[in-house]
């Protein structure tokens, strides 16, 4: 019981993460490393607040280099990487590559002691990638026809290191959740170091904005990678990896209701291969019957 528990609090991050597009566009024309700075220290800020009622958990940022360095790349820099990526490479395609992020969790947590790759694993991940091409090209065709630039490369070094992040941290289960409010200060300060060298600063000029980067930083760049830490350190990662493609299509979804996008037939199909390969990829969960 405690493992589908904690596989449903890190399925909560990505939830979160699904609003992550229709909360970025309320926040307004804000440049892309400077939002990053805002909001992962609002999610930094959100742990170490905690710590007032709990202090003996700011001990959990004594950690030994392996831990702070895993931390560092799955947080700090896939979100550098990607910004960059869809600046050197058309966004879709860019997008497509990073998103294959969860397929990798899959086959990689075969790694993992204890865990069992299974060919229902592979296949509901496969079904979820399908689904996620289908909802990010509204149902057209890549064809990646300028050849593959630099933005591609990046992207797919995306996937490798949150894959990476996910898979390790169930190594380093032992480390207090705690530990992410730090991984998200030091992010929040290498974005406003490449927000200053590289950005003009631009203001939110509306409180609608302002409430905007708040509930970002509070909820997917906050709330969520605490939530996503539990999950793949105590829940089922496989589970986790193939329902993660949930998250493009709950956020069309949303875009959809905000009146940011527009329905169509790619939507209902997406929802249709995403759903079966969250289902197929966790029947032993679902289905599993009581000893």
């Keep these: 019981m405690k493992r589908i528990k904690a596989t449903l609090i890190g399925f909560s991050a990505v939830l979160m993460w699904a609003f992550l ?34 202090p003996a958990a700011i001990q959990s940022l004594r950690q030994n280099w392996r831990v702070w360095l895993t931390g560092t790349f799955g947080l700090c820099v896939y979100h550098c990487l990607y910004f960059f990526a869809i600046q050197n490479a058309p966004p879709v395609e860019a997008s497509l590559i990073a998103y294959l992020w969860p397929l990798l969790i899959v086959l990689f947590a075969a790694l993992l002691p204890g865990e069992h790759l299974r ?114 350190k105590k829940g089922d990662v496989m589970v986790l990896g193939a329902s993660s493609y949930a998250a493009p299509l709950l956020s069309t979804l949303i875009l959809v209701a905000a009146g940011y996008a527009s329905a169509s037939w790619s939507i209902a199909l997406a929802c249709v291969l995403i759903t079966a390969g969250a289902v197929i990829a966790a029947q032993e969960m679902i289905f599993k019957r009581p000893t």
């Design 119 to 232: 060919l229902h694993h592979v296949f509901g991940a496969v079904l979820g990638l399908a689904g996620a091409i289908v909802i990010i090209t509204k149902g057209g065709a890549v064809g990646f026809t300028a050849g593959i630039k630099l933005g591609h490369v990046l992207a797919l070094a995306c996937a490798f290191i949150w894959s990476g992040y996910s898979v390790l941290s169930r190594r380093m289960g032992n480390v207090p959740t705690d530990v992410v409010a730090g991984f998200c200060l030091v992010t929040a300060v290498v974005a406003a170091i490449l927000h200053f060298a590289l950005e003009s600063t631009v203001w939110p000029q509306a409180s609608s904005q302002w409430a905007a980067i708040f509930i970002l930083g509070l909820l997917p760049l906050g709330l969520g990678f605490y939530a996503w830490d539990i999950g793949v």
């Design 21 to 54: 597009a229709v909360l970025a566009t309320a926040s307004g024309p804000i440049p892309p490393f400077q939002l990053t700075a805002m909001c992962f220290f609002i999610g930094g800020m959100s742990g170490v607040i905690s710590w007032i009622w709990r």
